[in-house]
């Protein structure tokens, strides 16, 4: 018992003695939720690093940059920007708290380098972003430090650019865009902002560029483009900027500054992109569609290969000819599941001139239908047959009062029996007949416009009758019965504008939200324009200064050094109301980009919304 007793008292004091070092050392190496304290908002800081920054004579082949705590860095390939340039990237490693940049090449001697990570590098815990890093250095005695930035904005949208490059050269000649890599290159920021530093005392060309195949040249069609009109001198100045001193008081105060800080980009893509086929398709027997990557200047050329086959088709185009539709009407032709077509189209050959390219394709049609294959379940019963008609679409019940009032037919039509249509004015319930004219499109052929003097707030009614409509496979059309209604007056707005000093090739142009143009007019010389019947809602004003003078606005051509079309927004959105009017004056030239930019573009980016 006494032994029982003695080896109790002892496991109770090596239990009691375990308990108290573990509530001793859990205190210290505790793994459960922290007790609170502020959290870490800031960005890593640079503690030294080998060589210094802007140190000079540097003749190594590795950075190595050390902050105040762990770093980590993020799509570090695609962020990290050279200057000068380099054939391969150079390899980006961390360590804890260290960056590490191995050069994979030789440096050139007696040169300035910048290394722009942008915001690649940032915390390990928080993920706290180093916000425009850059580390220089130079491999000479001496190391440049002037810097120019600015802005680059979609010429068309005045959209801020993010990630495209800029850059700057020291050979004025335009073919060094095309051909040579630039002397220093950065990245557009999310608001479109690019700064460049290092660079020498001198006279540069500025260039931006979304770099299609990355190799910092001007060399694909495709690719959008930007350059500074003139030459560009960086300096050391001053500039003015306003100071807070209290909540209700600012002073002006002179600070010194990098200089100049506020060019302006405006990105294009060139017209003379090359002319290509995108696809083809033969969804149906009697139809052949063709796309194309951009409109076509002149009509598709068709023919069958090893065929003479007259009038075996109708040519139908889209509204930017961008893309083509042959209607097949030869009956042999459209039983081939296989057609061989030979197309003729205008491309530009390595000279730019214009020469016509020939492709031949098999527009093969691929039966899905299960009506081939399938098997009657019942053979004595008979197949009820549905005689096929021509049914028209596009006519409405309610019509705006400048809309156009249309059929469309689903197939080209060969015949119209005029005699049978008919059209009349409401009155009350009386139908009274008025005078019309059907008017075929000029390019959408299977569109038909009634053409009438319409007043608002009347009911109309068009009538056809059987078969007044017949198309290319002889298909006649049903009768045709439908009223439509044109809207009041009191259902629009109206708004005028009054342009202060318009110039004589201003072109205004009224955007809905969705930045479609609406209406668009010249500018008359007294500056004073109206547009009625706009309905309810929000507008954007947009000035183009429409140079070429073709009605629409118009893109940069590098080659001839012709910048793009300049356009000018309207500072505030217009909002019209039913049964209302409004007078807008407007000075054209007080127009604020920054501003602009600022209120509607980047609340755009911000919430989601793209433009090109």
């Not at 309610?398 to 005029?418: C, D, H, M, W």
């Not at 049903?478 to 201003?506: L, M, R």
């Amino acid at each position: 018992m006494s032994w029982l007793k003695s080896w109790k008292i002892v496991s109770f004091i090596v239990f009691f003695v375990v308990v108290f070092v573990v509530a001793l050392t859990g205190g210290c190496a505790s793994t459960g939720y922290p007790s609170g304290g502020a959290k870490d908002e800031e960005p890593p800081v640079i503690v030294k690093s080998i060589p210094v920054q802007n140190a000079l004579n540097f003749q190594g082949d590795e950075i190595i940059v050390e902050f105040n705590e762990l770093i980590k860095v993020t799509d570090v390939l695609q962020k990290l920007m050279v200057s000068p340039p380099v054939n391969e990237q150079p390899t980006v490693t961390t360590n804890a708290r260290r960056l590490i940049v191995k050069f994979n090449e030789d440096l050139q001697p007696n040169t300035t380098y910048t290394l722009d990570f942008a915001d690649a590098v940032r915390d390990n815990n928080e993920g706290n972003v180093l916000e425009n890093f850059r580390f220089s250095f130079s491999t000479g005695e001496i190391i440049d430090s002037l810097e120019v930035s600015g802005f680059l904005f979609d010429a068309e949208t005045l959209a801020p650019v993010a990630s495209a490059l800029v850059m700057v050269y020291s050979n004025q000649a335009d073919s060094a865009f095309r051909t040579q890599v630039p002397l220093r290159v950065t990245k557009t920021d999310s608001k479109g902002h690019f700064s460049i530093k290092n660079l020498a005392s001198g006279k540069y060309r500025l260039y931006a560029l979304e770099d299609a195949n990355r190799n910092y040249k001007f060399d694909q069609p495709g690719e959008r483009i930007a350059w500074y009109p003139e030459l560009v001198e960086p300096y050391i100045g001053s500039r003015m900027r306003i100071d807070s001193v209290s909540s209700d008081s600012a002073v002006m105060v002179e600070e010194m500054a990098f200089l100049p800080d506020s060019l302006n980009l405006f990105i294009f893509q060139e017209e003379n992109v090359e002319q290509y086929l995108k696809e083809q398709e033969r969804s149906e027997r009697n139809k052949v569609e063709f796309l194309f990557n951009k409109g076509l200047t002149e009509p598709l050329k068709v023919s069958v290969l090893n065929g003479n086959v007259a009038d075996w088709m109708v040519y139908e185009q889209s509204v930017k000819h961008d893309s083509v539709t042959l209607w097949i009407k030869d009956s042999a032709l459209i039983k081939s599941d296989s057609l061989f077509l030979v197309v003729q189209y205008h491309i530009l050959d390595s000279l730019k001139q214009t020469v016509l390219k020939s492709d031949t394709i098999n527009a093969y049609f691929f039966d899905l239908s299960p009506s081939g294959n399938r098997k009657k379940k019942d053979k004595d019963k008979e197949e009820v047959k549905v005689i096929p008609s021509l049914k028209p679409g596009g006519l409405k019940s309610s019509l705006e009062i400048l809309e156009q009032l249309a059929l469309v037919f689903p197939t080209p039509i060969e015949r119209i029996e005029k005699t049978a249509l008919h059209f009349y004015r409401m009155e009350d319930t009386i139908p009274v007949k008025q005078n019309f004219q059907l008017i075929q499109d000029s390019i959408r052929i299977r569109r038909y416009v009634i053409d009438f003097d319409r007043e608002p707030g009347t009911t109309y009614l068009f009538e056809a009758d059987s078969a007044a409509f017949t198309d290319i496979y002889g298909l006649a059309s049903d009768a045709i019965k439908q009223k439509v209604s044109v809207k009041a007056e009191n259902k629009y707005g109206i708004f005028y504008v009054g342009i202060d000093h318009p110039k004589t090739n201003w072109l205004l142009e009224v955007l809905n939200k969705q930045e479609q143009i609406i209406r668009k007019s010249p500018v008359p010389a007294k500056g004073k324009i109206g547009f009625r019947f706009l309905r309810p809602g929000d507008y954007l004003l947009r000035v183009v200064e429409d140079n070429d003078g073709n009605g629409k606005w118009t893109t940069g051509d590098f080659a001839k050094g012709i910048q793009p079309e300049k356009v000018y927004y309207f500072p505030e959105l217009i909002n019209i109301r039913a049964n209302w009017e409004r007078m807008i004056p407007w000075r054209v030239d007080t127009f604020d980009i920054y501003d602009f930019v600022e209120r509607y573009r980047l609340k755009e980016s911000s919430s989601g919304k793209s433009r090109k």
